[in-house]
Every structure is written in C-alpha cells, then in structure tokens.
C-alpha cells in the first residue's frame, strides 16, 4: 500500500527539495479535507489520490501534475472551493483541478448525457493542459484496479464498458501501450469473467509443453544476430490476455489455433541495425510474408514504431518477432508520456507524436459542432477507434484513417474546402464514386466542383468524426439561409395583403418589433418565420400595427419551384406534383410543408388557420421529375410485369421501385405499387389511360396516405 514517505522517496530520485516540500504541503491540505471520508473498500479516500499520484510519479510528471493529482477529488467531493485551491496553490494547479472535476450533481440528465458532459469538459480542459488527460488516466487506472470493492455487478459492467470505449482509445491514441493493455485486461475481467479466468489460465499454460524449443530458439536468435555483427537485447513476450479475446471473437477461433501466442522483442542501437536484423532472422527461418508490417517506415498514428514479422521454425514453432530501438520502445512503451519520463536525454516531441497529439485535440472541434451528447460520444468513439489503415495523397504524403473510411473522409482529412465541393475520386488511377472505400495503400485525388455542397445523404457516406460534424454544420447553415429565404417570401405576401411592402416598412417599426420580440436583425425573423416559429400574418401586422379587421387585401401565393429545399419539403403522405392544387401548412422546427389539395391529412384541418400558407407552383415547377406513388389492381396473367413497365418505360418515365401483392396464381386480383418520377399533371393522367388500356389493368390512381 502506498504511503506519502513511499511517495516522496520515488520523487527524491527526480525532483528538487522544495519541489518535495510542496508535495508534503497538498498532501496534508487533501488529508485534511477528506478526513473521515472512505472508499467502497472502507479504506480511507486519501489512499486514492495518494495512489494517483504515485501512478503518475512512476510516469515522472512534474510537481504540479502531482499536486493537482493530490487534489483532484477535493472540490468535487468536500467543502474546499476552487477558489480556495486557487489562493494556496495558485491559478495552475487550480485550471487542472477544475478540468479533472466531474459535474455528478447537475440535475435534469441522464446518465449518458452526464458522461458526455464529464468528458466535453475534460477534453476542454485537456486542450489547454495535456496534463489533464494523464491525470485522469491515471485516476481511472486505479479505478479499475480497485473495482472489485464494488458490490454491484451491474455498476462494475458499467464502469468497464467506459473504460473499453473511451480511456483504452485515448490511452492508444497517446501509444501509452503498457497502460493500454493493463485496462483492457482489468475490464475483461469484469465484463467477462468466466471467460477471463480460463483464457488467463490457458495463457500461463502456454509454451510449458515446448518449453525447451522456446529456450533453444531464443539462444539460436542471440547466437545469430551476434554472428550477424548485432548486439541485442532479446525478450520473450506473451500476447496481451484482451487481443488473445478479441482475435477468437473476430475470427471465431478456438485459443490453440491464435498464433504467436509466444513471441520476442529485439531490442537493437539503430534504425539501421532494424533492418539488417529482420535480414538476419529471415535468412534463418521461414517469414510468414502475410505478416510483415513496417512501422518503422510508416509510423502509426500515435507514433509507435516497430517491425514486425513472423517467423516459422524448423519444428513448426510459430514467433512473432519486433524489433525496435531503444528510443523506439520507450515511445512504444509510454507513447506520450515518454517525453516526461524520458526528457532528460529527449528534445522533445517527436512529428509523429505532435500529429497523435494534434489528432486528439481534434476533438474539441467536435464539442463545437456537435450539442447532442449521444451524438458527440459517438463521434468520439469512431475518432478514437484503434483500427487504421494508411492512404497516400497524390503527393505521396501518407495519411491515417480508421477501416472503413471512404474516399469522402479523405478529402475532409486533407483539407475542409476540398471536402464540401468532392465531385468525384481518383483511387489508383482509377475514377471511383466518393462514396469509395479505401484500403491500406491506395493512392487517393479528389476532384471538385464549386458547384456542389454537402447534401444529407453525405452523412452515411462518411465515417470520420471530422468529415459527419462538418458535413452536419454545413447542412444546418444551408438549412437556415434557405429557411430565412422562404420567411422573407413569406412576410412579402403577408405584408402585401395589408396593403403594404416590406422594403417601405420604416427603421422605427422594425426596431420596436424586433426589440419586443427579443430579436436583434431583420435576419431573425425571416429565420424564425422560415422554420414555422413565427407566423407571417400575425408578424406582419404586429410590424404594421394593424388588426384583423384590416385584413382586406388579396391573398398572393408563395411560389414553389417544385424539388423543395430545407425550409421547404414536399410531404410523402401524398407526394403533390407541379400544376394540380397545392396546400402549405407551416409547422415548427419543420419549415413550409407542402401538401396536395386532395391530401386526407389536411382535409379535416382548419383552413383558417394562420399556419396555413397560400402556396402556388412557380412556372419553373414540372422541369424536373419528382416521386409519384402510384396503385394498380390487376388480373395476374402471363407477361404483366413486363407490359406495365414496358408501357411506363415507352413515355420515357423511370421506375424506382416496384411491389406487387395478392393472389399468386393465374386469374386471381393483384395489386401492383410503382413509385414513378412525373413532371407534371398532365403527364400522370396520361400515364394513367395508357396503363388502364392493359387488358389486365382493371384500375390506376395514386396512392395517397394519412401522415
């Protein structure tokens, strides 16, 4: 069990006296203020952030990262106020603490939203101190390894699942691999513990029946690097218990068929000597050359570098083998946290490791763009996800994504800009669809057109957190400009019903409406009336100061132009085309929705209703075909699919989609549901005779619904 004199010896080896002295002053100050305090295992609370801090002294973090560390319960859990911590230990110590402080006690949220919340500010808080994110990480490493004191099963389930879904990516994200596996080991033991118990079993077990093979093969590898001119340390490895889980669960295997359950680690003084040494080790046994990975060349995206390859023995004996140098071990080893433990003898951060870092910090944008916390935590998880795959620009500059991503997220990766115009891809030399998903390798260029922008459908072509928030953002800011367009034309028709125009409305009105209603521009209030917030007949006469009395003049209609946009949609239950009779019925948070005048869903609606709009189709309608639902009830013979489709096909009408239903044999009564594109009227009751004029045809008309 730690204690503060355990405590202090450790940090003897790296810090400075009065750095000590400031470690004995917040240890005191946290002892006091959580005195009589327990944890769930009935030990007293200091234990945790002593612990805590000792986590982090074995990471070598600096005093302050150990102060705040001392402290980080405190303002969360007694009485001390931030602004106390602040006046004794100053504005530094204060920020971390307040960024590792969770907000438990907010009210009106659930459980999930609460989380979201604990991580958006911690992840703000870690933008401006990377600290921060190290701290927690070592708060929740003992978490994890005290998480039998909980009684409830369902609440340790709870705290793993967390811990597998968000503090073991950010740990691989930051290469901080030892810390990695040990969390991913502690939660499968609580997610799964019948399981963990005969795979941990399975796994001392592994090797004792070859004992003797693993020794000879070790002094053999030894034996041939020395002769080879390499002077290396060598280290038997076993695979971590978690990744042994994970591949029989991907690949539903059995534990005696995962290979290179048993591998070894050379450790070697260059880059160089890397190379030569695989040479050595494939010149003295059979590479499996499936599984060579260079991560030398090609570091992966937390920075970690290794080779990697597998070799088969004289015996069979399957070895995974890495080879690194030391530096590269000890980034492969602690990731981030090598710059405090090591940076005596380091210059700091290396490229590979300031793009992890800058890869992370990425997700503060998405707690700019992103206020639902479902939302956001999924994008987090997807961002973090350990699986990558690496593409190159036609440059040759080699970017990470995560499995799965399209050639769409590749444009975002590169830049913003070019991801809201992609028009199409060049994968290989190859034109692909944007929609393409990309593998390890492929050579990616993105061609544009100013033309083009985000649409909705764009979302279930990405995969990346970066590409889903901006392709959301800018689909939300289209929505608005297109919903204040619709507001203003709306507001003109009201406003020239009273008699009146809204380019001659004065300063004065404008100002005391929008300051009655809380608003500050002209802007707001189109927006407000574009989204069925506000109606346009009682604003107009509120700007005007007129009342219903006055409400004399000529209705004009707003003009549809008949695809609809954000602020306007053409309602599915009945599907209106351009030239017959249309109905606009405004409604909140939706915008102007746009029904025929046949639709049973707006029959039984007050018509007088202010929410109803008059609508008319702009004489631009009709040049574009728009979606027609369409039922037929027939006699089922021979060849009848083939003469309505050939019939509808003939007036050069495209088919999406066609069902039928009914009798299944010859004679019996079908009914056929076709959704065809129309431009107009016109040509729908034409379709309709040339379809009644099938022998087997016995009726056409649309299909309308109730919404």
Aim: aromatic share 6%; charged share 25%.
């Amino acid at each position: 069990m730690v204690d503060i004199a355990a405590l202090r010896r450790k940090l003897s080896g790296y810090l400075p006296p009065e750095r000590l002295r400031d470690i004995d002053e917040a240890y005191t100050y946290s002892e006091n203020a959580h005195a009589g305090q327990q944890r769930a295992s009935g030990k007293p609370f200091i234990l945790h952030p002593l612990t805590v801090a000792d986590i982090l002294a074995d990471w070598r973090f600096d005093s302050p990262t150990l102060i705040a560390a001392l402290l980080h319960d405190v303002v969360e859990d007694t009485p001390v106020t931030l602004a106390q911590i602040k006046e004794t230990f100053g504005g530094d110590i204060a920020r971390l603490v307040h960024g590792l402080s969770k907000i438990d006690r907010l009210v009106g949220i659930d459980r999930q939203e609460r989380e979201a919340e604990n991580f958006r500010k911690l992840i703000l808080a870690a933008a401006e101190d990377w600290r921060v994110i190290f701290i927690k990480l070592a708060d929740r490493l003992h978490n994890m390894r005290t998480l039998p004191a909980i009684s409830q099963p369902d609440k340790r389930r709870q705290i793993a699942n967390e811990t597998l879904s968000i503090y073991v990516p950010i740990s691989n994200r930051l290469g901080f691999s030892t810390l990695r596996d040990e969390l991913q080991n502690l939660a499968f033991r609580h997610l799964h513990p019948y399981r963990y118990r005969i795979l941990r079993k399975a796994l001392q077990n592994a090797g004792t029946g070859n004992r003797q093979s693993i020794d000879r093969l070790e002094e053999k590898i030894c034996n041939d690097l020395a002769a080879g001119g390499i002077e290396a340390k060598v280290a038997k490895r076993k695979k971590n218990l978690y990744s042994i889980h994970e591949k029989m669960e991907k690949k539903l295997i059995s534990f005696a068929e995962v290979e290179d359950i048993v591998g070894f680690r050379l450790i070697v003084k260059s880059r160089q000597e890397c190379y030569i040494s695989m040479g050595i080790m494939h010149k003295s046994f059979t590479p499996n050359p499936s599984r060579f990975k260079d991560y030398v060349a090609i570091p992966k995206s937390n920075g970690y570098q290794s080779l990697h390859t597998s070799l088969i023995t004289a015996v069979g004996l399957k070895v995974e083998l890495q080879i690194r140098t030391r530096a590269m071990h000890e980034v492969a080893e602690h990731g981030l946290a090598a710059h405090w433990i090591y940076k005596q003898n380091k210059g700091g951060l290396n490229e590979t490791q300031r793009e992890a870092l800058s890869r992370l910090s990425s997700l503060v944008r998405l707690h700019d763009e992103n206020k639902a916390p479902g939302e956001f935590m999924e994008h987090v998880k997807v961002d973090l996800s350990p699986a990558e795959m690496y593409v190159l620009t036609p440059n040759g500059k080699i970017l990470t994504l995560p499995l799965g991503a399209t050639a769409l997220d590749f444009a975002y990766a590169v830049h913003t800009d070019l991801g809201d115009h992609a028009e199409r891809a060049v994968i290989n030399g190859r034109v692909a669809p944007i929609s393409m998903r990309l593998t390890t390798g492929d050579q990616v260029k993105i061609t544009t057109n100013p033309n083009i922008q985000p649409l909705p459908h764009w979302l279930g072509l990405a995969k990346t957190a970066r590409a889903r928030s901006r392709i959301r953002h800018v689909i939300a800011a289209t929505g608005k400009k297109d919903a204040a367009a619709l507001g203003r034309k709306m507001l003109n028709v009201a406003v020239a019903r009273l008699g009146g125009a809204v380019d001659d409305i004065g300063d004065e009105k404008w100002d005391s409406f929008l300051g009655a209603n809380g608003m500050h521009h002209r802007e707001d209030l189109y927006l407000s009336i574009g989204l069925g917030k506000t109606l346009p007949d009682i604003a107009s006469r509120s700007i005007l100061r007129r009342d219903r009395a006055t409400h004399e003049g000529k209705l004009q209609p707003v003009l549809i132009a008949g695809s609809g946009n954000a602020a306007v949609k053409l309602s599915h239950c009945c599907r209106p085309i351009p030239n017959e009779p249309i109905i606009g019925v405004l409604r909140k948070e939706h915008g102007l929705i746009i029904h025929s005048g046949k639709c049973p869903t707006v029959q039984n609606l007050n018509r007088r209703s202010e929410k109803w709009i008059n609508v008319a189709w702009d004489e631009k309608a009709g040049k574009k075909p728009l979606p027609a639902a369409l039922t037929l009830e027939c006699i089922n013979a021979p060849g009848l699919i083939t003469s309505v489709t050939r019939t509808i096909s003939n007036r050069d009408i495209n088919i999406v989609t066609c069902n039928f239903s009914g009798g299944s044999q010859e004679n019996e009564t079908i009914s056929l549901s076709l959704m065809v594109e129309i431009c107009n009227v016109d040509e729908l009751s034409k379709l309709f005779q040339a379809l009644e004029r099938i022998p087997e045809v016995l009726k056409a008309e649309r299909k309308i619904t109730t919404h």
